[in-house]
């Protein structure tokens, strides 16, 4: 702590980073070599790098949202002239001075503050619609676009299982592109895009009838789940809703008038980003402290569109969760914290069979869970056989894990069997029907796999 | 697991009539039997119109409908009640590794490193340090402090390792036994368990201590692991690894022994002369050169003498002649020397190594001279020449317009005996280096950098300086790499003079870019400051190349920002030596301390 505020780790730095080769970049830009103008003070980190180009860029870094603002053309955000500054910052040295933000930054700042202000004081009008007659027309007009929507799909699937699963071999493709779209249209997202995996699932190796036949019938059961929503139990309806595409604001969950935030002192667990071309994603797990109850933070980004927050693993927040309504809460919304981020412990876990069981219990209210977040504690990695049949079994007894054959062609199962070196290790991941996804390993601090 | 599982919701989606109306109970029984998965995956690919479905009359929606409902069932079902699986054969532990483990900082710098690999490696534009290049010397200073890896940046460091030979025995050696437990789970590693490149810390290591194991390696090993067994036994007791040799040296095949035999040249000594005069016998031809090689570099063997009496049977000194009649008309009497190469190529030089047939373009006698030159003892021509020091010897004259081939064989001379008096004569003076070889511009093989690496690393440095300052950088490259890492001084200076007239002079710097390259890996990093200044875009000077002001600048600024971050990068590893563990520390804080700067 200084003057300043809080002064970053270069780990904290780091764990912002899109992605591996920002990080490199950043890193190189790390030096005071081609940073002028560089300050830091009141939560707010600025400089101005030199380029190729004639003009410095300006980087302008907010440290308590965070948030970023540079003048460069970068797509990656934050990018790696704000990364290099912060590693800069966080490095120490008189490269970054205390003192006032130029004008150029104070600007962006101060813009920034504003817009906090409003969203912060103004959270309940944007929510509140001025015309509450018309946004219930609206909601039930998308509420009989996706009944019709789901219907048209129920008839599909039915159509399929009546002609055969082998009749779509090879010619299913482009009409389940077809039937996705149709459900774009029926303002049903979340039905597209179960449609869409049913599309790649088809003749994709060993089993794929068997997959299909699995998907078909989830499928299944959520329109069913959505025709028959007036008689499912509140929770399981809010589950059906979310898996369907309806959304929910988190603002609501977080001020509204039933709003239950669960405060707890929350471990970060993971953060693991994935972009597929259109949209990049972050998935953010936590374990509160006290509850012990695991949660999930999603947040989406674009092109200038900051993935947040960022919370490498291994922090603790003492702050408030408000979980998404559902039969099995997991997905939160992050709301007051009550204090700074600091390092945490080694989460406890389990063993195998508590796993696998934990997973099963989830599945019992969300019949869709493909995965459940549990920490493993004690396990020994177990390497295949050319890629092939790499488990993590308890460390004494017979229980085992495959590992979910997604993460082998990912280096960070060398990672964990290095770590381990033979030994009981802690591992988070995700526990599901396609195996375990090692995301974090503890070293015995945390390493993301 | 639980063998029944309790009922799931989609027991409640599924079974309940929703379109009914009825509000699903909190809890359904299960039904009574879902048929078996295999059976609905099977109805499922025939299709219901082909077949009727095992869902057929239980009640319900029957069809496609009912076949998704008992679908959906039995999917949830399976996954609820998942078991674990038969654990497989469990990997033995790891040895233990009892070096300190890397600081922070440092351990985040090699996860920077390795991420860079072959990234943007190779482009010598913009102004950002080229990670590639530090990763080499990042590892050798990692090593002398006695670190261990990072376990988690093993599997990095091991592909890192894989992909550039150079780096293996760094890489290697810092990675230490974990890696080598790892790599035997993984075909992409296994170069790791050879030990190849001489790495002290693969399998000549796990052996040394054991003779058992070492001589059970060497009789049963794959030729790289007995080539390192030899290697590492070579720089530990040089005599047990000719024992160990001359034991089996017969049953060898011919390419092994000539490797073998190359290994020799490690810890060379007057007592591997017996083995080397009996290997000169040898079978086959390169192995014979390579044993004659290898006496010729003992000034005392009986090789290198015999090899003396034949080169100084053909070298006189004429205390009469006149070089050339116009040459010298005020010096009648300047002592000459006189070269009359051998006539034959008897079975005594070539059982001793000479090449018997010459290569094209060169006459044999001279062909033959040189190498009786190249392999007799330079000790001995003090005796020849009345006594002159080897700087006196080199200045004299030769006759016949012979001086070129006599000084390339002195070159080669002192270059393999590694006689850094000779080596230095020869060099000349850096002004004026060579003298001699520009006279007889027609073929002459000196190479200054092989001469350099003979003499001691601050008058190497010293002598480069010099050269750069007198003639520039255009022949620099290869006698900067013989230089000690980091320059010492003046020898940075000098180069940093250079390049700044360089870009006076108005090239590219890519011009120069090997020298840069060189630079930015070699350079004392407290150059730095100096160089800051150079790193301003200035104004082109006349007759410039168009836009190279700005590009020297990007290069300098390169330059700069790359020795920052090397003495960052050295930074952060010394000074952590003195917070942790001093117990791998104490054996190499010498060689860390000397190599921090």
Same mark, same amino acid.
Request: aromatic residues 6%; contains cysteine.
């Given at each position: 702590?200084?003057?300043?505020?809080?002064?970053?780790?270069?780990?904290?730095?780091?764990?912002?980073?899109?992605?591996?080769?920002?990080?490199?970049?950043?890193?190189?830009?790390?030096?005071?070599?081609?940073?002028?103008?560089?300050?830091?003070?009141?939560?707010?980190?600025?400089?101005?790098?030199?380029?190729?180009?004639? *003009?410095?860029?300006?980087?302008?870094?907010?440290?308590?949202?965070? %948030?970023?603002?540079?003048?460069?053309?970068?797509?990656?955000?934050?990018?790696?002239?704000?990364?290099?500054?912060?590693?800069?910052?966080?490095?120490?040295?008189?490269?970054?001075?205390?003192?006032?933000?130029?004008?150029?930054?104070?600007?962006?700042?101060?813009?920034?503050?504003?817009?906090?202000?409003?969203?912060?004081?103004?959270? *309940?009008? $944007?929510?509140?619609?001025?015309?509450?007659?018309?946004?219930?027309?609206?909601?039930?007009?998308?509420?009989?676009?996706?009944?019709?929507?789901?219907?048209?799909?129920?008839?599909?699937?039915?159509?399929?299982?009546?002609?055969?699963?082998?009749?779509?071999?090879?010619?299913?493709?482009?009409?389940?592109?077809?039937?996705?779209?149709?459900?774009?249209?029926?303002?049903?997202?979340?039905?597209?895009?179960?449609?869409?995996?049913?599309? $790649?699932?088809?003749?994709?190796?060993?089993?794929?009838?068997?997959?299909?036949?699995?998907?078909?019938?989830?499928?299944?059961?959520?329109?069913?789940?959505?025709?028959? @929503?007036?008689?499912?139990? /509140?929770?399981?309806?809010?589950?059906?809703?979310?898996?369907?595409?309806?959304?929910?604001?988190? %603002?609501?969950?977080? *001020?509204?008038?039933?709003?239950?935030?669960?405060?707890?002192?929350?471990?970060?667990?993971?953060?693991?980003?994935?972009?597929?071309?259109?949209?990049?994603?972050?998935?953010?797990?936590?374990?509160?402290?006290?509850?012990?109850?695991?949660?999930?933070?999603?947040?989406?980004?674009?092109?200038?569109?900051?993935?947040?927050?960022?919370?490498?693993?291994?922090?603790?927040?003492?702050?408030?969760?408000?979980?998404?309504?559902? /039969?099995?809460?997991?997905?939160?919304?992050?709301?007051?914290?009550?204090?700074?981020? %600091?390092?945490?412990?080694?989460?406890?876990?389990?063993? @195998?069979? %508590?796993?696998?069981?934990?997973?099963?219990?989830?599945?019992?209210?969300?019949?869709?869970?493909?995965?459940?977040?549990?920490?493993?504690?004690?396990?020994?990695? @177990?390497?295949?056989?050319?890629?092939?049949?790499?488990?993590?079994?308890?460390?004494?007894?017979?229980?085992?894990?495959?590992?979910?054959?997604?993460?082998?062609?990912?280096?960070?199962?060398?990672?964990?069997?290095?770590?381990?070196?033979?030994?009981?290790?802690?591992?988070?991941?995700?526990?599901?029907?396609?195996?375990?996804?090692?995301?974090?390993?503890?070293?015995?601090?945390?390493?993301?796999? | 697991?639980?063998?029944?599982? =309790?009922?799931?919701?989609?027991?409640?989606?599924?079974?309940?009539?929703?379109?009914?109306?009825?509000?699903?109970?909190?809890? +359904? =029984?299960?039904?009574?039997?879902?048929?078996?998965?295999?059976?609905?995956?099977?109805?499922?690919?025939?299709?219901?119109?082909?077949?009727?479905?095992?869902?057929?009359?239980?009640?319900?929606?029957?069809?496609?409908?009912?076949?998704?409902?008992?679908?959906?069932?039995?999917?949830?079902?399976?996954?609820?009640?998942?078991?674990?699986?038969?654990?497989?054969?469990?990997?033995?532990?790891?040895?233990?590794?009892?070096? =300190?483990?890397?600081?922070?900082?440092?351990?985040?710098?090699?996860?920077?490193?390795?991420?860079?690999?072959? &990234?943007?490696?190779?482009?010598?534009?913009?102004?950002?340090?080229?990670?590639?290049?530090?990763?080499?010397?990042?590892?050798?200073?990692?090593?002398?402090?006695?670190?261990?890896?990072?376990?988690?940046?093993?599997?990095?460091?091991?592909?890192?390792?894989?992909?550039?030979?150079?780096?293996?025995?760094?890489?290697?050696?810092?990675?230490?036994?974990?890696?080598?437990?790892?790599?035997?789970?993984?075909?992409?590693?296994?170069?790791?368990?050879?030990?190849?490149?001489?790495?002290?810390?693969?399998?000549?290591?796990?052996?040394?201590?054991?003779?058992?194991?070492?001589?059970?390696?060497?009789?049963?090993?794959?030729?790289?692991?007995?080539?390192?067994?030899?290697?590492?036994?070579?720089?530990?007791?040089?005599?047990?690894?000719?024992?160990?040799?001359?034991?089996?040296?017969?049953?060898?095949?011919?390419?092994?022994?000539?490797?073998?035999?190359?290994?020799?040249?490690?810890?060379?000594?007057?007592?591997?002369?017996?083995?080397?005069?009996? #290997?000169?016998?040898?079978?086959?031809?390169?192995?014979?050169?390579?044993?004659?090689?290898?006496?010729?570099?003992?000034? &005392?063997?009986?090789?290198?003498?015999?090899?003396?009496?034949?080169?100084?049977?053909?070298?006189?000194?004429?205390?009469?002649? +006149?070089?050339?009649?116009?040459?010298?008309?005020?010096?009648?009497?300047?002592?000459?020397?006189?070269?009359?190469?051998?006539?034959?190529?008897?079975?005594?030089?070539?059982?001793?190594?000479?090449?018997?047939?010459?290569?094209?373009?060169?006459?044999?006698?001279?062909?033959?001279?040189?190498?009786?030159?190249?392999? #007799?003892?330079?000790?001995?021509?003090?005796?020849?020449?009345?006594?002159?020091?080897?700087?006196?010897?080199?200045?004299?004259?030769?006759?016949? &317009?012979?001086?070129?081939?006599?000084?390339?064989?002195?070159?080669?001379?002192?270059?393999?005996?590694?006689?850094?008096?000779?080596?230095?004569?020869?060099?000349?003076?850096?002004?004026?280096?060579?003298?001699?070889?520009?006279? &007889?511009?027609?073929?002459?093989?000196?190479?200054?950098?092989?001469?350099?690496?003979?003499?001691?690393?601050?008058?190497?440095?010293?002598?480069?300086?010099?050269?750069?300052?007198?003639?520039?950088?255009?022949?620099?490259?290869?006698?900067?790499?013989?230089?000690?890492?980091?320059?010492?001084?003046?020898?940075?200076?000098?180069?940093?003079? #250079?390049?700044?007239?360089?870009?006076?002079?108005?090239?590219?710097?890519?011009?120069?870019?090997?020298?840069?390259?060189?630079?930015?890996?070699?350079?004392?990093?407290?150059?730095?400051?100096?160089?800051?200044?150079?790193?301003?875009?200035?104004?082109?000077?006349?007759?410039?190349? =168009?836009?190279?002001?700005?590009?020297?600048?990007?290069?300098?600024?390169?330059?700069?920002?790359?020795?920052?971050?090397?003495?960052?990068?050295?930074?952060?590893?010394?000074?952590?030596?003195?917070?942790?563990?001093?117990?791998?520390?104490?054996?190499?804080?010498?060689?860390?301390?000397?190599?921090?700067?």
């Amino acid at each position: 702590m200084n003057s300043q505020g809080e002064r970053w780790t270069t780990d904290q730095v780091l764990a912002l980073a899109p992605d591996e080769a920002s990080r490199t970049a950043g890193g190189k830009l790390a030096g005071p070599g081609p940073w002028s103008d560089a300050g830091a003070g009141d939560g707010a980190v600025w400089g101005r790098c030199t380029g190729r180009g004639k *003009t410095p860029y300006q980087a302008v870094i907010d440290t308590k949202g965070p %948030a970023f603002s540079c003048s460069c053309p970068s797509r990656k955000f934050p990018c790696k002239h704000a990364l290099g500054l912060l590693l800069l910052w966080a490095g120490g040295g008189d490269a970054v001075a205390a003192g006032e933000p130029p004008q150029w930054a104070a600007e962006w700042l101060a813009a920034r503050q504003q817009r906090d202000g409003r969203d912060a004081a103004g959270s *309940t009008p $944007s929510p509140a619609p001025a015309e509450p007659e018309a946004a219930g027309r609206r909601a039930e007009r998308r509420t009989q676009r996706i009944r019709a929507g789901a219907t048209e799909l129920e008839q599909r699937l039915e159509d399929l299982l009546h002609s055969g699963l082998a009749s779509t071999d090879g010619a299913g493709y482009g009409s389940w592109d077809e039937t996705a779209a149709r459900m774009v249209d029926a303002q049903a997202p979340g039905l597209a895009a179960r449609v869409r995996e049913l599309g $790649s699932i088809v003749a994709s190796g060993p089993d794929w009838p068997a997959r299909l036949l699995e998907e078909c019938a989830l499928l299944h059961l959520l329109d069913q789940g959505f025709l028959g @929503i007036d008689h499912l139990p /509140a929770p399981l309806a809010a589950t059906v809703r979310t898996r369907v595409g309806l959304t929910t604001e988190p %603002a609501a969950l977080l *001020t509204g008038l039933d709003a239950t935030p669960v405060r707890d002192r929350w471990l970060v667990l993971a953060q693991h980003d994935s972009d597929d071309g259109r949209l990049a994603s972050r998935r953010i797990y936590l374990r509160g402290d006290r509850t012990g109850r695991m949660a999930l933070h999603l947040s989406y980004g674009g092109a200038h569109r900051p993935l947040e927050p960022a919370l490498p693993p291994g922090l603790v927040l003492d702050a408030e969760l408000a979980y998404y309504p559902g /039969a099995r809460p997991l997905r939160a919304a992050l709301g007051k914290r009550h204090a700074p981020a %600091a390092p945490g412990p080694v989460p406890p876990g389990c063993g @195998i069979d %508590a796993a696998l069981a934990a997973y099963g219990d989830a599945l019992r209210h969300d019949p869709w869970l493909d995965s459940w977040p549990v920490v493993l504690t004690d396990v020994t990695p @177990i390497p295949g056989v050319d890629g092939e049949g790499w488990q993590l079994a308890d460390a004494d007894g017979e229980s085992a894990l495959p590992l979910d054959p997604r993460c082998l062609d990912r280096p960070g199962r060398w990672q964990l069997a290095a770590i381990s070196g033979g030994a009981p290790i802690t591992v988070f991941g995700e526990c599901g029907h396609r195996g375990f996804l090692p995301l974090t390993v503890w070293d015995p601090s945390p390493v993301s796999l | 697991m639980k063998p029944t599982e =309790p009922p799931t919701t989609a027991d409640t989606l599924t079974t309940d009539p929703l379109t009914t109306g009825t509000a699903p109970p909190a809890s +359904t =029984p299960p039904p009574a039997d879902t048929p078996p998965w295999p059976e609905l995956v099977s109805a499922a690919l025939l299709g219901a119109e082909r077949r009727t479905p095992p869902t057929a009359g239980r009640g319900g929606p029957t069809g496609a409908a009912g076949l998704l409902d008992a679908a959906a069932l039995s999917t949830v079902r399976r996954r609820a009640a998942l078991r674990p699986a038969p654990a497989g054969e469990r990997p033995r532990r790891a040895p233990d590794d009892p070096r =300190p483990p890397l600081p922070p900082a440092a351990r985040r710098r090699l996860s920077l490193l390795l991420a860079d690999r072959g &990234g943007t490696g190779g482009s010598r534009r913009g102004t950002a340090p080229d990670l590639t290049e530090l990763l080499p010397q990042w590892l050798t200073a990692a090593g002398e402090h006695g670190y261990r890896a990072p376990e988690a940046l093993l599997p990095a460091l091991l592909d890192a390792a894989r992909g550039r030979t150079d780096l293996r025995p760094a890489a290697l050696a810092l990675a230490g036994p974990r890696a080598r437990w790892l790599a035997r789970l993984n075909d992409d590693w296994k170069f790791a368990l050879r030990g190849i490149g001489g790495d002290p810390g693969a399998a000549g290591a796990d052996t040394a201590e054991n003779p058992e194991a070492l001589q059970r390696l060497w009789d049963e090993g794959l030729f790289a692991e007995r080539i390192a067994v030899l290697a590492a036994l070579r720089r530990r007791t040089p005599d047990a690894g000719r024992e160990l040799l001359s034991r089996t040296w017969q049953a060898e095949r011919a390419e092994d022994r000539l490797m073998f035999l190359d290994a020799l040249r490690q810890g060379l000594s007057p007592a591997d002369e017996a083995f080397l005069e009996q #290997a000169l016998s040898d079978r086959s031809r390169n192995v014979r050169a390579t044993a004659a090689e290898l006496l010729s570099a003992l000034p &005392g063997s009986a090789l290198a003498t015999r090899m003396a009496v034949r080169a100084r049977s053909c070298v006189a000194l004429d205390r009469t002649a +006149t070089p050339s009649a116009s040459d010298a008309p005020a010096a009648p009497s300047t002592p000459t020397i006189v070269v009359e190469a051998p006539h034959e190529c008897d079975a005594g030089m070539q059982r001793d190594g000479v090449v018997a047939k010459a290569p094209s373009g060169r006459g044999e006698r001279s062909w033959w001279f040189g190498q009786l030159v190249e392999a #007799a003892p330079l000790g001995g021509w003090a005796e020849r020449f009345g006594g002159r020091e080897p700087a006196a010897i080199t200045a004299l004259p030769v006759a016949d &317009g012979r001086r070129t081939e006599l000084h390339d064989a002195w070159c080669r001379a002192a270059v393999r005996q590694r006689d850094a008096p000779w080596a230095r004569a020869l060099l000349g003076t850096p002004a004026a280096p060579l003298q001699g070889a520009e006279t &007889g511009a027609g073929g002459s093989s000196r190479d200054p950098a092989k001469l350099l690496a003979v003499l001691p690393e601050p008058e190497r440095a010293q002598w480069v300086a010099e050269f750069i300052a007198a003639h520039g950088l255009a022949d620099a490259f290869r006698m900067l790499g013989v230089c000690a890492v980091p320059w010492a001084e003046p020898l940075g200076g000098a180069v940093v003079d #250079a390049l700044d007239i360089a870009r006076d002079a108005g090239s590219y710097p890519w011009s120069f870019s090997g020298v840069m390259g060189l630079a930015e890996r070699c350079l004392d990093p407290a150059a730095a400051d100096r160089l800051e200044m150079l790193t301003a875009v200035t104004d082109e000077p006349e007759g410039a190349s =168009p836009g190279s002001g700005g590009y020297w600048s990007e290069a300098f600024q390169r330059l700069v920002g790359t020795l920052r971050l090397r003495a960052t990068m050295h930074a952060e590893l010394a000074a952590s030596a003195r917070l942790v563990a001093p117990s791998g520390a104490d054996r190499l804080s010498g060689a860390a301390t000397g190599a921090a700067g």
